[in-house]
């Protein structure tokens, strides 16, 4: 049997596609082109194939577990992938899912016998949500910030970067906003973010910065990678909640105090790392986001791309378990004072 992966590659500042064949790290990918009609740039649907070396096994009730090894080597080789059209295009280039996002090819009638008697692949359900935070332009909130106009010019960095990039000048502007290296500044951050109800942990900050080096470093003095997009994607929409506090309502700048004021607070705000939100009843002029990545967890899903046609010879069946736990994400409605 073998593993079946399969991803959509954007470039978008290209127009030049054509199939490609490329075996990278044991897995080989197929990339047809995939582009829509009056879509700018180009996109491919890649499929990477990998010889499955040992039995599937299931979980308790009988469902596939894809194993992470050979699901690993898929995903990186189709990331590598897009890595080189990126440099040759010269181009911004997005991993999303289609539907199915993977497939399990049978090579015998008795593996295909065996896949049809589980209840079918195990889904890693996986969803996000946060608010795009747009504040009025008015002399009250500008008049807060003109001591801290550095960080505000490191704000709109992040706002003109990719998702790596993103992270990196987050990282800048917390040690910018506290006087301290972000690795220093778990409990500071915590500290002045637990009077709010974010719902932040002390170890989901410790999970920002654990990527501090690899992502500002490829040396490998410190880590024994570095890390790009997928790895601090999870992050962001967290982060980027946790800057605006900190720029609006952190009452001593540049230093390690974590005294508050109360300048600014959003009307609808995420309050785990779940993705679960809570919205002031009555808020107008207010965005929600949602990304839902797909059945494997890696990806952000591409809701309009679909595979076709499916091979004879793929099972592709997902199964998610109906006494799982709900799905995160949820909103909650508060009335004001509450």
């Not at 040396?219 to 790895?231: E, H, R």
Request: include cysteine; glycine fraction near 6%; aromatic fraction near 12%.
């Amino acid at each position: 049997m073998k593993l079946v992966r399969f991803a959509i590659i954007n470039l978008f500042d290209t127009n030049e596609a054509k199939p490609i064949e490329i075996e990278i790290n044991g897995s080989r990918v197929i990339l047809n082109p995939a582009t829509d009609e009056g879509q700018k740039g180009v996109s491919y649907l890649a499929v990477a194939k990998y010889h499955l070396s040992k039995p599937l096994t299931l979980d308790e009730i009988g469902r596939i577990l894809i194993p992470e090894e050979e699901k690993g080597k898929c995903e990186y080789a189709i990331e590598s992938i897009a890595d080189i059209l990126s440099v040759f295009g010269s181009s911004r280039r997005s991993l999303l899912s289609p539907t199915p996002c993977a497939a399990i090819e049978f090579e015998s009638e008795t593996e295909k016998e065996f896949l049809k008697s589980t209840k079918g692949i195990k889904v890693n359900q996986k969803q996000y949500s946060t608010s795009k935070f747009i504040f009025p332009f008015e002399s009250q909130y500008i008049n807060a910030i003109t001591d801290r106009l550095g960080g505000v010019a490191l704000l709109a960095e992040v706002n003109t970067e990719g998702e790596a990039g993103k992270y990196r000048d987050l990282v800048r502007f917390f040690e910018f906003a506290f006087n301290r290296p972000f690795t220093q500044l778990d409990k500071i951050i915590h500290s002045f973010l637990a009077p709010m109800p974010y719902g932040y942990e002390r170890k989901e900050i410790k999970e920002w910065i654990s990527f501090r080096h690899a992502a500002s470093h490829a040396d490998l003095q410190k880590t024994q990678g570095f890390a790009v997009t997928s790895d601090v994607r999870d992050f962001l929409m967290r982060m980027e909640q946790a800057a605006l506090d900190t720029l609006f309502n952190k009452k001593e700048w540049h230093n390690a105090s974590t005294l508050r004021r109360d300048i600014w607070r959003p009307q609808v705000w995420s309050k785990s790392a779940k993705g679960d939100l809570s919205i002031i009843q009555g808020s107008k002029d207010v965005s929600i986001f949602f990304r839902t990545y797909d059945d494997l967890g890696s990806y952000p899903r591409n809701l309009k791309a679909s595979v076709s046609p499916i091979s004879e010879n793929w099972y592709c069946h997902f199964y998610m378990d109906p006494n799982a736990p709900k799905n995160p994400g949820s909103i909650q409605a508060i009335s004001l004072g509450a």
